[in-house]
């Protein structure tokens, strides 16, 4: 599939990597689209994580608009992406430097979710990934 088709690189140019360097609001909606219809309903593809990260949404959405109180589908998200930067081999800690106040509060969302029923197996996989 053409990547400049494909549904997650027009969300991209929609939400997070808009032309000239401007900066859009942040939507929660978007955070819980992406991970229910792009990334769970393809059983976490590594296709469909991978054209997230090329798009830069970790580091130009998830992290900046964090906060404690984020939903589930927020912080999945930022550990599936984290994963990826690791499975790539590029860097990844510059990004959490650049809010390092959030970095605990998503820690322990991460942990917490670890333990929610409604976490599925694959899910929690990924989370002890990212944990250790």
Partial sequence: EDLEADQLTKLAKE???LEGGKEAKF???VVEKIYEEELRK???ALNRIMTLEYSQYLEKYLWP???EGSSDAHVMSIVFMTNEKFREQV???DTFET???QFPTFLEAAWTLHFNPKTSHKERAILIRFLI
Avoid: G, K, L
């Fill in 65 to 67: 608009n964090y906060a």
């Fill in 91 to 93: 860097p990844v800690w």
């Fill in 42 to 44: 393809h059983d976490f």
């Fill in 99 to 101: 809010r390092p106040d």
């Fill in 27 to 29: 939507d929660a909606a």
């Fill in 15 to 17: 939400h997070w990597a």
